[in-house]
């Protein structure tokens, strides 16, 4: 009998929490960790995206992104700071319902419920952004090591300190970045770093 005990108790969190959600006047989601569920919506969302909190609710959020692929990147770039209880920002692109693509600003915040269930508030910024339609193409391009490695130097972190994340050497490092430089048509690091701040799209 202890399922029903937990199923009440994360009704109980989800209605405080989903009334924290429609407090705020930005669009925002609730999502369970690591189902990536929506649990709550508030009524912002259908402004920014086009859909109501009720046609959102029980989906998960890859309905939303624009294609599998950076909707796994966006999932892994996260993770460690969601389980550790950290919140943390990011960008990426999502696809209103009328099928625009928007570059956005993600906020995420984990909350541990009563019941256990690690629950994330994801406040949402959306904005129309042609101009970031070439680091849309180039990235959609990447194979999924090489989309780690690009987080990583948009991190900051240097070569070295990518490969000891990876657990793979510098020279494979500095292989990913050649490719990625090629596959975004840049000369170095720092003019694909700046190709993101102009386009503000650094994670």
């Given at each position: ?146 989309a780690e490695v690009l987080r990583s130097c948009l991190k900051g972190e240097s070569a070295k300190e990518a ?41």
């Open positions: 009998m202890v399922a029903p005990a937990l199923s009440k108790a994360l009704a109980a969190d989800r209605d405080v929490l989903k009334g924290a959600l429609n407090a705020l006047h930005q669009p925002a989601l609730l999502v369970e960790h690591p189902s990536r569920e929506i649990h709550g919506a508030n009524p912002e969302m259908e402004p920014a995206l086009g859909y109501r909190p009720e046609e959102l609710v029980g989906r998960l959020t890859d309905m939303l992104h624009v294609d599998s692929k950076l909707f796994d990147l966006f999932g892994r770039a996260g993770a460690s700071e969601i389980t550790a209880n950290k919140p943390f920002t990011t960008h990426g692109w999502l696809r209103h319902r009328d099928g625009r693509i928007l570059a956005s600003h993600h906020w995420v915040t984990p909350v541990r419920a009563a019941c256990g269930r690690l629950l994330n508030f994801s406040l949402i910024k959306v904005r129309e952004a042609p101009e970031c339609a070439d680091l849309l193409r180039a990235m959609q391009r990447l194979t999924e090591r090489e490969a000891l994340a990876m657990g793979i050497s510098h020279r494979t490092v500095e292989t990913h970045r050649a490719r990625i430089q090629d596959k975004f048509d840049v000369r170095s690091i720092g003019e694909l770093l700046a190709r993101f701040i102009r386009r503000e799209m650094l994670p």
